[in-house]
C-alpha cells in the first residue's frame, strides 16, 4: 500500500509538473535554459543578465560582450542618475566600439519593469571607420544606468530582438 500512495503522488506530480510547464511555453520535461552572466565594476557585481544557451560572453571592468547572432556590448555608465544623463553621454561610451552616432529615431521601451530608451541610427564601426547603423538601449537597473548595442555596417536580421531580449532579463545585483 505505501508503495501505491508513493507512486500515485509521483504520479500525480510529473502530471502537475507537466502542466506547469506547458503553461510558461517549456516543453513537458524540459527545464528552462540559459546562460548567465554577471557584469562586474570595481570588483562588485553591478547587473545580471540571462541569454541563451548557445550564447558566449566576455567581460571587462564595466562591461559585457554576449556573442549572438551579433554582439550585443553593454556598458555601465558611471556617474549618471537618469536615462537622459547617460544619452548625453552614449558617444563617449561606445567610442571603442561605434563613433560617430546620429540616433535617426528614439523610442520609448520597458526594460526591467522601467521606461527606458531605445535609439537607431548611423554612424561609423570604431575598429575600421566603416559605415554603419547601431540600434542602442539605454536602460536602468538596480539604481545604475546602462548602454546595450548591437550594430554592423547593417544590422543583421533578429539583432534587435536578440537584443531586446537579451536587456529585458536584466536585474541588478
Known amino acids: 500500500m505505501k508503495t501505491f500512495v508513493n507512486q500515485s503522488i509521483w504520479a500525480i ?80 561610451t561606445m567610442k571603442g566600439e561605434f563613433k560617430d552616432f546620429k540616433p535617426a529615431s528614439t523610442k520609448e521601451v520597458m526594460i526591467a519593469g522601467s521606461s527606458a530608451k531605445e535609439l537607431v541610427g548611423p554612424g561609423n564601426e570604431a575598429d575600421d571607420g566603416d559605415a554603419g547603423e547601431a540600434d542602442v538601449i539605454v536602460f536602468k537597473v538596480g539604481g545604475r544606468v546602462f548602454v546595450a548595442c548591437t550594430h554592423g555596417e547593417e544590422l543583421k536580421p533578429g539583432a534587435r530582438e536578440g537584443m531586446m531580449r537579451l536587456v529585458k532579463t536584466a536585474q541588478g545585483v
Do not use: F
Not at 510547464?21 to 554577471?38: C, H, Q, R, T
Not at 562586474?40 to 558566449?56: A, C, I, R, W
Not at 551579433?70 to 542618475?81: K, T, Y
Open 13 to 92: 506530480m510529473a502530471v502537475m509538473m507537466a502542466g506547469c510547464a506547458s503553461n510558461s511555453g517549456v516543453k513537458s520535461g524540459e527545464m528552462a535554459k540559459g546562460k548567465e552572466y554577471l557584469m562586474q565594476s570595481g570588483g562588485h557585481s553591478v547587473l545580471k543578465l540571462t541569454g541563451p544557451m548557445d550564447s558566449q560572453g566576455k567581460s571587462q571592468d564595466g562591461s559585457l560582450t554576449i556573442s549572438l547572432k551579433n554582439d550585443v556590448e553593454i556598458w555601465l555608465v558611471s556617474g549618471v542618475g537618469t536615462i537622459g544623463e547617460a544619452e548625453g553621454r552614449i558617444g563617449e
